[in-house]
């Protein structure tokens, strides 16, 4: 019974990350008019669903929401990489991941000298991953 709460608090925070990510990405696009490029969008693809997905795991508890959450964040994830090496210049230009409207280079915003969209997509996507690999072995025992 203990480790159940342990689990279910995992699978709510990873929700409340999802959540703040979902909202924090509307907010940019809506209030703040920053356009998505195209990484962007795929990001938004994986990590919307989440929100949904996530709680139907909570009421009642069900560890099993691990295997409906898990495929989505770690392609998300994947693409988060991928968009924050090419804004940070690792990945060349070139390979051209965004043909039309904004490029996926740009960035759109910069706080603190380094913190830019696609890290806080690296870091919630991660953050949800590790939650929901850590709900997978403290539900199991």
């Keep these: 019974m203990h480790n159940e709460i342990k ?6 925070a990873a929700w409340l990350v999802a959540s ?3 909202l924090g990405a509307l907010f940019f696009g809506e209030i ?3 356009p998505p490029c195209v990484l962007c969008w795929y990001q938004r693809i994986f990590m919307f669903p989440l929100v949904l997905i996530l709680p139907i795991g909570l009421f009642p508890f069900d560890r099993k929401v691990v295997r409906y959450a898990l495929p989505l964040a770690v392609p998300g994830w994947l693409f988060a990489v991928f968009h924050m090496l090419l804004v940070a210049g690792v990945i060349p230009e070139s390979i051209k991941p ?3 409207g904004v490029p996926c280079s740009q960035q759109m915003i910069e706080w603190f000298g380094f913190v830019t969209i696609p890290l806080l997509s690296v870091v919630a ?6 939650l929901l690999v850590l709900t997978f072995f ?3 025992k």
């Design 138 to 140: 403290r539900s199991s």
């Design 98 to 100: 965004c043909t039309q």
């Design 32 to 34: 703040m008019q920053i």
């Design 125 to 130: 996507f991660s953050t949800v991953i590790a």
């Design 20 to 22: 703040i990510s979902t």
């Design 7 to 12: 689990a279910w608090t995992l699978i709510f």
